[in-house]
């Protein structure tokens, strides 16, 4: 089998497969974390190992009964060794994952399935090694300007991505990540550009050889731009500077207006504390038991220490958007060169600027 091997801030991982097609998809995914080799000494050790298989799922499998079911998949747990199958769509995937060893191998015929569930299940693993390291992810669309993060946050399907396209015309701006940024505990941004996701067909000039068509078996068919499309345009990572809550407009002109930190806060526990709209497979993240219950809570701890290290270190405002993209894009922009403007005023004696 050929393989595909990635650094993911200190978490490694590999991917191994006889689906050439499918390793180069998931290595167009995660460029950024590509790595042509990772060394065998005790630094460099791999935490997780997936195993691609296009093929139909084996017949012979344990005695077990059902851990639980959802309209996704159905999932089966040996409680004595923490190992899991699940059945994805109907059949139309087998995952047989060692909880212990975070190994794990996934069957399917379909290539979009294999390509879809390795993407989730990498997504999914590192996410929760993350967690225990202190790198927690935020659900929001990260640029940079003058080295400080501007995160806004809107719910899955908002239009985060899209405008963070339309940002990125902008000379000064620059791309952390479109969904996913990584907090570390002191509340810094680290890039995740990850492919770029959209849930309408590119319209901006972005050379066809950077865009792909990903099928998604509950989501539809979403549009992807490989990083390389920015040259130039990625940054690794940035200080805290401004938190935008946003929210759509029926009518009206957009606006950007101060709101307390509390508020920006609740927007903050839920997408980055509770984590409502990141990829995870919760059938792996969740298990029985206290032990388990103690292991998620200390999760929980570790993202409310970030967050709130982010928020205090940031300016929070609220953006409503409205229909118009063009509009958008002119009132932010108007609105970060008046931000710069404001920093690069004389402070009187005893003032410390803002961050």
């Known amino acids: 089998m050929e393989s595909r091997q990635f650094d993911f801030y200190g978490v490694r991982a590999i991917v191994r497969s006889d689906d050439m097609d499918l390793l180069t998809e998931l290595e167009r995914d995660f460029r950024f974390f590509s790595r042509k080799t990772l060394s065998e000494d005790g630094s460099n050790k791999v935490q997780i190992e997936l195993e691609c298989r296009g093929e139909t799922p084996p017949t012979e499998l344990p005695h077990l009964t059902t851990n639980w079911i959802n309209s996704r998949c159905t999932v089966y747990q040996d409680p004595a060794s923490g190992e899991k ?16 060893r975070d190994r794990g191998t996934i069957w399917s015929t379909r290539p979009e399935i294999l390509h879809e569930l390795a993407y989730l299940l990498v997504l999914s693993r590192i996410g929760e090694r993350w967690d225990e390291r202190g790198l927690h992810r935020l659900h929001a669309a990260a640029l940079s300007w003058n080295h400080q ?5 809107l719910p899955s399907g908002g239009g985060k991505t899209t405008f963070a396209m339309q940002a990125l015309k902008h000379p000064g701006l620059k791309l952390l990540s479109d969904d996913m940024p990584v907090i570390d505990r002191a509340g810094n941004v680290l890039a ?7 849930c309408e067909e590119p319209s901006l000039q972005i050379p066809r050889n950077f865009v792909r068509i990903f099928l998604r078996q509950e989501h539809g068919v979403k549009w992807l731009i490989d990083t390389e499309a ?21 009518r009206g002109a957009p606006t950007i207006v101060a709101i307390s930190r509390w508020e920006a806060w609740k927007e903050l526990f839920r997408s980055g504390v509770v984590g ?5 497979v919760v059938e792996l ?3 029985s038991g206290w032990r388990d219950l103690i292991a998620k809570a200390r999760i929980a701890l570790s993202r409310s220490v970030a967050m709130y290290k982010l928020l205090v270190r940031s300016k929070t405002f609220r953006f409503e958007l409205s229909t118009d993209r063009e509009k958008n894009l002119a009132v ?7 931000q710069t403007a404001t920093q690069q005023q004389p402070q009187p004696a005893g003032v410390i600027s803002p961050a």
């Open 149 to 153: 993060a501007l995160l806004l946050c």
């Open 230 to 250: 920015f040259a130039g345009k990625v940054v690794p990572r940035a200080l805290p500077g401004w938190i935008f809550v946003g929210a759509r407009r029926l």
């Open 192 to 198: 995740f550009p990850n492919r770029i996701g959209l």
């Open 332 to 338: 932010f922009l108007q609105f970060l060169e008046m």
């Open 276 to 280: 409502v709209g990141l990829p995870q």
């Open 85 to 100: 199958w699940i059945w994805y769509y109907n059949g139309g995937a087998l995952v047989h994952w060692n909880q212990k």
């Open 285 to 287: 993240f969740l298990n």
